[in-house]
């Protein structure tokens, strides 16, 4: 059985391996520059690595929280992690939209992941209790 692309990842040679949180949050810790230097390394390799959405959210969650980087920082690191060439994602004006509202709107990262899906989608409506959500137009937040 052949290798094929993931299904809506940019990019059309063969995925090579999935890359985990740790690896993109090494290169956020500067104390431990051995680690970031190998995780610099892989992801700027020649291989098509798949960063997947949800890792993308636990990094931010764990730089931020764990590591307690600033918000601004936490986009930038993340913006830079899903832009080497040998980097896929499935939709990575998604998550460039959800990193910029997590920015820009201070909304939690699961938040502004579910504005820029209900704006690539057309669906306005998030059900929730969050009213970050409130702070972005366009969207309709409704309580249950």
């Known amino acids: 059985m052949g290798r094929r692309p993931a299904p809506g990842t940019r990019g059309a040679r063969a995925l090579t391996a999935f890359v985990d949180t740790n690896v993109p949050s090494a290169i956020s810790r500067a104390t431990r520059p051995s680690p970031a230097a190998r995780a610099t390394d892989a992801l700027s390799s020649g291989e098509h690595l798949l960063l997947a959405d949800l890792v993308l959210a636990e990094c931010v969650y764990v730089i931020e929280t764990f590591y307690e980087v600033e918000r601004e920082r936490v986009a930038a690191l993340m913006r830079a992690a899903i832009a080497p060439p040998a980097i896929r994602v499935v939709h990575e004006a998604s998550l460039l939209r959800a ?21 690539a989608t057309g669906v306005d409506g998030i059900l929730s209790f969050d009213r970050s959500i409130d702070r972005v137009a366009g969207i309709t937040r409704r309580e249950p």
């Open 99 to 119: 990193l910029e509202v997590y920015e820009l709107d201070r909304s939690d990262f699961v938040e502004a992941y579910l504005v820029a899906q209900a704006e």
